[in-house]
């Protein structure tokens, strides 16, 4: 095959961990190319959601959209079976799964009564929070994404880098060079040319499965209805064509009424792409019924838990479960701008990944991550339903220092001797303020000795030097009318250089 | 619809709380936040024994600790006045997270109360003191960068902007992503260095290709931030605290 551009290094393949938060964050940073990519897109992510919102009343909305998923979550496990008996009377069936392993298992055995041996997957976290592909094809079943995103990262062997445009790492050269290599497709920069091509090598696959799977975006308890919002059509395909559909979410979906589902879905969309409404919004009830010309035999509903009661059980850490997985917070996050999704080692990156991950997977693989914000509060400004994630990633450093409830898995990781000596000298200094004002006049009397360099943080700025005359005393200069107005050696923010 | 602030007529005394950056930093802020305030009449009280609001314990997870130094605060403001604070960070920890942080404790209607006489001090000048500038300063380009905390937990963006609007001198220069955290988050620039210090590259970056000569801002964290950045690189543009701005060019 000719190639119609320059060859272009396919992005090398490695896995990631939170553990390794600070060295993923340096590649990161280190590497223009995923700085440039994420930059771009996030701007653009943000200006969309800025425009859509501006005729809205936002606020009135948010508080609608916060409330709705409070009173769920109130009602939580009486909402759960309520679902379960609607969707029980409508023909699906439904199962429970502790944990990401009895759900892969779940789906596994269901997969294998139809002989399955070819699976293709709409777009859901919840199977990557269980890797349910690995297992799956352990078993000898082959799992394919078809949501174009999650196909392109599946191609190159990586996980999600947004929960919302998994692919969003990648650039149209990049993408174009892994079709090339995996699929033999000639390199063009013509993106109608690219997703032409993924949807023909798609749909045969859509014919072809055995069992298609999907996530759920809000189930319904009232009716026992599943709600799949998606622009592609892959969500549209996976639960009408194979002759199976198994539905899996995260127990926290579930909402009390249909008329819940419109204001969040409004939310959900403004808040995710800037999209009024998206191309496809799909509302499942059952299987096929006698008479009807398509729709799937058999439609399973797997309700997985995975640390999610655990979280309920706190309720102050339970406002996590809010979440309607829109990805508004990493697109407005400074942090995960510059880092990327990956450099979070995480399923769900960013903001809510910092604050979600700690409980499902304990602080000692993910103790850096709720250190990783400036706590400048863009995620909680822009959450459709106002979860104030700035308090709990607070909440969770002080669980990692072992100041909090101990109930997170984990607690205490980060406490060191050192300083928690440290703060207790704080403690101690600044309750006694004579010591207090002792010690800045030391310290301006002493500010020819001033270090000039302070750690990391004099590698990328100067170091700030005590000022000679500390404000308590120059307040006191002040009241005496000794004060001339612009002579007391004090410091106006610039800095001796 | 956000709430509508109603805010006090101007009063005849103030409590002013420095902050312990300004203290052992830039004391002169200080000093010239309460020069603007007694310039509009105000008496200004200024407790000795104020010392820090607890924030960078707070933020680091040490609550027990940051609750013994805010407790220290609560009772340096017996009467009813309102407590004027030259950063929306300190402003914000004391009007948003006292409450939180004293929740269940008996002191929790006492943090209740200090926290609802918090102003930050532009928020104060504009909204109570309904300021009117003269300037007498030479022309110059200016950016403000406003803090996030002032912005989001304080609400109050829009109340340094209009005081520099007043000044004839100035043109307001609004650099890219204005909005956007210029990476110090207190210990966060310690703790992940390499990541504050790509946001405050880039924040120095936008200051500096809207042409600003100076940037004035409301927190001296962003100021030592943003500052120091500058400084390393030994570029012109200068920092300055707002209230130290304000009265250099009106006094």
Redesign the interface.
């Known amino acids: 095959m000719m190639d119609a551009t320059p060859t272009v290094q396919t992005p090398t393949v490695q896995t990631y961990t939170p553990r390794e938060f600070h060295r993923q964050a340096h590649d990161a940073l280190g590497n223009p190319q995923i700085r440039a990519n994420f930059r771009k897109a996030m701007d653009g992510l943000m200006d969309k959601r800025r425009d859509v919102f501006g005729d809205w009343d936002l606020e009135t909305l948010r508080e609608l959209g916060a409330n709705i998923r409070l009173r769920a979550l109130a009602k939580l496990p009486d909402l759960l079976e309520q679902l379960e008996a609607n969707c029980e009377a409508n023909g699906i069936r439904v199962h429970w799964a502790e944990d990401g392993e009895q759900a892969c298992r779940i789906i596994r055995e269901l997969c294998e009564a139809r002989d399955a041996k070819a699976v293709i997957k709409g777009k859901s976290m919840v199977t990557e929070e269980m890797h349910l592909n690995a297992h799956l094809e352990a078993a000898g079943i082959e799992a394919l994404e078809s949501d174009l995103g999650e196909y392109l990262v599946q191609l190159n062997e990586q996980t999600p880098s947004h929960i919302i445009m998994p692919a969003i790492h990648l650039n149209t050269d990049e993408i174009s060079g892994i079709m090339h290599d995996k699929t033999g497709l000639e390199r063009t920069r013509d993106v109608d040319v690219m997703t032409a091509a993924a949807r023909h090598q798609l749909r045969e696959r859509f014919m072809a499965a055995d069992v298609g799977i999907s996530g759920v975006n809000f189930a319904v308890a009232e009716t026992g209805t599943l709600c799949l919002v998606e622009n592609e059509g892959n969500g549209r395909m996976t639960t009408t064509v194979p002759p199976v559909h198994i539905a899996v979410t995260g127990i926290e979906k579930v909402v009390e009424q249909l008329r819940d589902v419109p204001p969040l879905y409004a939310l959900l969309t403004r808040s995710a792409t800037g999209q009024h409404v998206t191309t496809y919004f799909n509302m499942i009830n059952s299987p096929r019924k006698a008479g009807e010309h398509d729709g799937p035999e058999e439609v399973h509903l797997v309700l997985v838990d995975n640390g999610r009661s655990n979280i309920y059980q706190d309720d102050e850490l339970l406002d996590t479960l809010r979440c309607i997985r829109c990805g508004a917070c990493m697109n407005h996050c400074p942090v995960y701008t510059r880092v990327g999704g990956h450099t979070y080692g995480t399923t769900y990156p960013g903001p809510i990944g910092s604050i979600l991950m700690p409980h499902l997977m304990g602080l000692e693989e993910t103790k850096d991550l709720p250190t990783a914000s400036s706590l400048c509060g863009a995620c909680g400004e822009v959450c459709p339903v106002k979860i104030p994630i700035p308090d709990l990633l607070v909440r969770l450093r002080r669980e990692s220092v072992g100041e909090g409830r101990g109930n997170v898995p984990g607690a205490g990781v980060k406490r060191t001797r050192t300083e928690a000596a440290a703060w207790k000298g704080f403690q101690w200094l600044a309750t006694h303020p004579s010591a207090w004002r002792g010690g800045t006049a030391v310290a301006g009397k002493l500010r020819a000795l001033a270090p000039a360099r302070l750690g990391p943080w004099t590698d990328y700025r100067s170091a700030p030097k005590p000022a000679g005359t500390s404000l308590h005393a120059l307040v006191k200069r002040h009241r005496a009318g000794k004060d001339t107005g612009n002579t007391t050696g004090g410091n106006r923010g610039e800095h001796d250089s | 619809?956000?709430p509508v602030k109603l805010y006090p007529p101007k009063p005849e005394k103030v409590y002013f709380f420095?902050t312990?950056l300004?203290?052992?930093?830039?004391?002169?802020?200080?000093?010239?936040g309460?020069r603007l305030l007694e310039r509009e009449g105000i008496e200004v009280l200024?407790p000795?024994?104020?010392?820090?609001c607890?924030q960078?314990?707070?933020?680091?997870?040490?609550?027990?600790?940051a609750r013994?130094?805010a407790?220290?605060q609560l009772d340096l403001f017996p009467e009813p006045w309102p407590i004027v604070v030259p950063s929306g960070s300190c402003g914000g920890m004391m009007r948003t997270h006292y409450p939180?942080l004293f929740a269940g404790t008996g002191q929790e209607a006492q943090a209740s109360e200090v926290a609802g006489r918090v102003f930050e001090l532009t928020e104060f000048l504009v909204h109570v003191c309904h300021l009117k500038l003269s300037d007498r300063g030479q022309p110059e380009k200016v950016a403000m960068h406003t803090s996030?905390?002032a912005?989001?937990?304080m609400g109050v963006a829009e109340t340094g902007p209009a005081l520099l609007a007043q000044l004839g001198g100035v043109e307001l220069v609004e650099q890219a992503r204005p909005?956007?955290?210029c990476?110090?988050?207190?210990?966060?620039?310690?703790?992940?260095?390499?990541?504050?210090?790509?946001?405050?590259?880039d924040k120095t970056q936008a200051i500096e290709a809207a042409g600003a000569e100076r940037f004035v801002t409301s927190d001296c964290g962003c100021?030592?931030?943003i500052?120091?950045?500058f400084?390393?690189q030994k570029k012109a543009v200068?920092?300055?605290?707002i209230a130290?701005y304000l009265w250099?060019r009106t006094?």
Do not use: W
């Not at chain 2, 000795?48 to 820090?52: A, L, N």
């Not at chain 2, 990476?183 to 590259?201: D, L």
């Not at chain 2, 200068?238 to 605290?241: D, I, L, R, S, T």
């Open positions: 619809m956000t420095g312990c300004i203290d052992l930093f830039y004391p002169e802020a200080g000093l010239d309460i200024f000795e024994d104020q010392t820090c607890g960078p314990a707070y933020t680091s997870g040490y609550h027990d600790e013994a130094v407790a220290a939180q996030c905390s912005r989001r937990e909005a956007e955290c990476g110090f988050g207190g210990t966060f620039a310690v703790r992940h260095p390499e990541v504050s210090a790509a946001m405050v590259e100021l030592m931030n500052g120091g950045r400084e390393h200068k920092g300055e605290h130290s250099r006094s």
